[in-house]
Antibody, heavy 118, light 107 residues
């Protein structure tokens, strides 16, 4: 059974940093593109970042470029999102999701809440 | 960026009804369109990818059609577990943008 478990969310002040992790199991992690998708409270979905199987290619939403860094450790079956210079508008539930966009995001974690507030 | 517009933004329907949701892209995206639904407090779930391919395990009452700029998701006979918010997503190019959602509520 595919499982994706996010961690690392919490309350942080504007300008602060957080590192999200997503532990994957139940599939060959190194064979899949992985993604971070966020959802602000009461709002819709927004694809934040993606990374290809070996980490050779990445994508970032314009509003997070230069502040967020996606990475993966295939030996640990773990996806990461380093978030720096956080802003109030980054407040959201952050989901990790499996799969290339062309095939749809077939599996999602339960999400981790990031709140940016003073 | 490609803009995705869903309609309606919400609808009320009864169990057994046929429901259709529309998604329009701001430019042609061929058949690169995915559909998800999301229940309150839960993560989204993939229903259909490539406009009309049913994801494994998804009931056959769900179907998708369309290409270019206009797409539809149809639920042939609405079931109690289908009351949720539905999102389309274009997968033609980055950023892979989502529509604003359609909330399907019980009449």
């Amino acid at each position: 059974e595919v499982q994706l478990v996010e961690s690392g969310g919490g309350l942080v002040q504007p300008g602060g940093s957080l590192r999200l992790s997503c532990a994957a199991s139940g599939f060959t992690f190194s064979s899949y593109t992985m993604n971070w998708v966020r959802q602000a409270p009461g709002k819709g979905l927004e694809s934040v970042s993606a990374i290809t199987e070996r980490g050779g290619d990445t994508y970032y939403l314009d509003s997070v470029k230069g502040r967020f860094t996606i990475s993966r450790d295939n030996s640990k079956n773990t996806l990461y999102l380093q978030m720096n210079s956080l802003r109030a508008e980054d407040t959201a539930v952050y989901y990790c999701a499996k799969g290339h966009r062309r095939d749809g995001y077939s599996h999602w974690g339960q999400g981790t809440l990031v709140t940016v507030s003073s | 960026d490609i803009q995705m517009t869903q309609s309606p933004s919400s609808l009320s329907a009864s169990v057994g009804d046929r429901v259709t949701i529309t998604c329009r892209a701001s430019q042609s995206i061929s058949s690169y369109l995915n559909w998800y639904h999301q229940k309150p407090g839960k993560a989204p779930e993939l229903l259909i990818y490539a406009a009309s391919t049913l994801q494994s395990g998804v009931p056959s009452r769900f179907s998708g059609s369309g290409s270019g700029t206009d797409f539809t998701l149809t639920i042939s006979s609405l079931q109690p577990e289908d009351f949720a918010t539905y999102y389309c997503q274009q997968s033609y190019s980055n950023p892979p943008t989502f529509g604003g959602g359609t909330k399907v509520e019980i009449k």
